[in-house]
């Protein structure tokens, strides 16, 4: 069997040869400078690239990549080493990224290789112009990179054939997967080596919440702004990204929650025609079948249409179905209070996206969670915005083996007292 290679150099392989592939690479100390300059530069090709700006999500990337940034994720390393551990690399992590978010795969790359790590990455042999664009400047940035950066990472290419993930499986110390839940589970055929460790992000669902009284206190510049960012966390990916939400909760009276509904989402279309969104064919027959039963299925009270999106009002969240054709589609809800929320929410439940609440009442609503739902709380507009702690996990630490120290010597032979053994 025959798989492309399309980084370090563009070619074709024999599946026996990537093994010796790979143990070419060399590891890096935590946050390499070679590392980091070739990560700096990547983002500021991608800033200067005439495709590249032609793709919001690619700046967005960009600038999470920028100098400041890696400053401060490296600041961050550091402070999290103490006087009895120290963070090192795993050694190889193995990313298999979904095919629907473009920029995935560079976000897991750019953590696991600033932390030291060896990386091979699968894409699929369909992709995107923006994933195009990323790989072609990546490749650029690593060919003029010092080592180890230069060959700490390889990108492969193959479809759905198992040899190929049977193989990295068993080469690597950590597996990356994103991917649905059925995904997770195919992956999940091709074994780990014993000592390796897996990070999986399977199917989750996003929401916002919004309180009724703030929206209604906002000048209408304000609110153009807040339907802005919504649009921004909803559209990038044609809400089919994991973080995008699809439930919005309105929280107050039911006079201020219908008339703040009433007004948002007629500025969220008035984003969608500026911003000239175009929904793919496929996904647009996906939603209007969804829609259909949905309201033949489900507590539907109302069905507003508007262009580019359309806005299921429930009655009830009681038995709240979290599938979902991504494309514009918003289920609604009203209630009294955000911890009302609590109840209907589950460990599918990820990113809640919010307008107008306090810090206590979001504390309040993770307490009552105690762990069951949620692992991000961001406001609207920050859905997409990646960081270093995701789906519960610190992804700084995750890809890092933890070396205990204890570097004073004991000169006398302890006691029982000393160990616990005394009366």
């Known amino acids: 069997m025959q798989i492309e290679i399309l980084l370090p150099q563009q070619g074709v392989i024999a599946l026996e040869e990537l093994p010796g592939l790979l143990a070419g690479s060399t590891a890096a100390d935590p946050f390499h400078e070679s590392v ?45 080493q103490l006087d009895h551990r120290t963070l090192t690399p795993r050694g190889i992590v193995f990313h298999l990224p979904p095919r ?19 990386n091979v990455v699968r894409l699929s042999p369909q992709r995107s112009e923006s994933t195009s664009i990323l790989l072609r400047l990546l490749r650029e940035s690593l060919a003029s990179a010092a080592e180890p950066a230069r060959s700490g990472t ?9 040899e190929p993930t049977k193989m990295l499986s068993a080469l690597c110390d950590v597996r990356v997967i994103w991917g649905g839940d059925q995904t997770v589970e195919i992956i999940r055929r091709s074994p780990l080596a014993p000592h390796a460790k897996e990070i999986t992000f399977p199917d989750r669902y996003s929401l916002s919440a ?8 906002l000048s209408e510049e304000k609110r153009d702004y807040l339907a802005n960012q919504f649009f921004n966390d909803s559209f990038w990916f044609d809400q089919l990204a994991c973080s995008s939400p699809r439930l919005v909760v309105w929280c107050g009276s039911g006079s201020e929650t219908h008339a703040a509904s ?24 996906q939603k209007l079948r969804y829609t259909c039963s949905a309201i033949l299925n489900s507590p539907v009270e109302e069905c507003r249409r508007y ?72 406001p609207i507009g920050q859905a ?17 083996r933890c070396v205990y120290i204890e570097s004073t010597f004991q000169a006398t032979r302890p006691t029982p007292s000393d160990v616990g053994g005394g009366s």
């Not at 390889?154 to 198992?162: D, P």
């Not at 997409?384 to 890092?400: I, K, N, P, S």
């Open 36 to 80: 980091v300059e070739a990560s700096v530069d990547f983002s500021q090709r991608i800033f200067r690239d005439a495709e590249a700006r032609g793709h919001p999500e690619l700046l967005a990337l960009a600038y999470w990549m920028r100098k400041a940034e890696v400053n401060r994720l490296s600041a961050q390393f550091r402070a999290i």
């Open 384 to 400: 997409l915005q990646f960081h270093r702690f995701w789906d519960g996990y610190d992804l700084l630490q995750e890809f890092c």
């Open 100 to 118: 629907n978010v473009d920029t995935i795969f560079v976000y897991s790359w750019f953590l696991a290789a600033l932390t030291g790590n060896r």
């Open 262 to 285: 009433a007004d948002f989402f007629p500025r969220v279309a008035g984003c969608v025609e500026r911003r000239r969104y175009v929904l793919p064919a496929a996904v647009s027959m």
């Open 154 to 162: 390889t990108i492969v290419s193959y479809h759905h054939e198992a």
């Open 210 to 217: 919004i309180r009724a009284s703030a929206y209604a206190d």
């Open 307 to 378: 262009k580019g999106l359309t806005v299921l009002s429930l009655a009830s969240l009681a038995g709240f179905q979290r599938s979902h054709p991504g494309g514009g589609l918003f289920v609604e809800a009203h209630l009294e209070s955000l911890t009302d929320l609590a109840p209907f929410l589950d460990r599918r439940d990820q990113t809640l996206t919010w307008f107008g609440f306090t810090p206590d009442d979001l504390h309040a609503l993770v307490r009552r969670l105690n762990g069951r739902a949620i692992d991000r709380i961001v």
